[in-house]
């Protein structure tokens, strides 16, 4: 496991969850890219660089929530993305390869009843990546048990099952 992608959104908590992606990234010598989606479009009228504009401020944002962190000698980089999110992480997929999702279960406006959230959902149900769901707050420890869940049990991508395998390698856990 060589690549993880760690979405940063706009809940004041994101370094959370990047902090666990981080700690977990040492334990697997991993790169860590943290991404940010935005949707900036020009059109007459409007300043002709919007998007460099919203780009750079996205980058500002992310280099915040990565000054929060203890980078651990891990390698984090930056990836901002004009666009869909699904679409933004199907291309990063597509050019480096990233290995594992890290995503808290829902944003900090969600309804309590709901375990994940409208971004996190789309998320699980609209990309072939593996997804590692952290829980606010939680903080990263080496894992005696894993569940895991399939959307449909066909398997789309050949190494669809690698980091649940690295996983269980890694620290023996029982699956």
């Known amino acids: 496991m060589k690549k993880i992608l760690v979405p940063i959104g706009t809940s004041p908590d994101a370094h959370e969850t990047l902090q666990y992606a981080v700690d977990f990234a040492s334990e697997f010598s991993s790169q860590v890219f943290v991404m940010e989606v935005f949707n900036a479009q020009s059109s007459a009228g409007n300043l002709a660089n919007i998007e460099e504009i919203v780009a750079e401020s996205s980058r500002e944002h992310l280099k915040e929530v990565i000054d929060k962190v203890n980078a651990k000698n ?4 930056i990836a901002t993305y004009n666009g869909d999110l ?19 279960p829902r944003s900090n406006d969600i309804r ?18 593996p997804t590692l769901i952290v829980p606010r707050g939680t903080v990263f420890k ?6 895991t869940a399939f959307k449909s049990g066909v398997l789309k991508r050949k ?15 029982k699956v």
């Open 112 to 129: 309590e009843e709901l375990y994940l959230g409208y971004t996190s959902g789309k998320i699980i149900k609209r990309t072939d990546i």
């Open 159 to 173: 190494r669809i099952l690698d980091a649940l395998i690295d996983i269980k390698k890694k620290f023996n856990a």
């Open 142 to 147: 080496p894992y005696k048990s894993v569940l």
């Open 74 to 77: 891990v390698d984090i980089k």
């Open 86 to 104: 699904i679409d933004g992480l199907k291309e990063i997929d597509g050019e480096l390869g990233i290995d594992l999702i890290v995503i808290a």
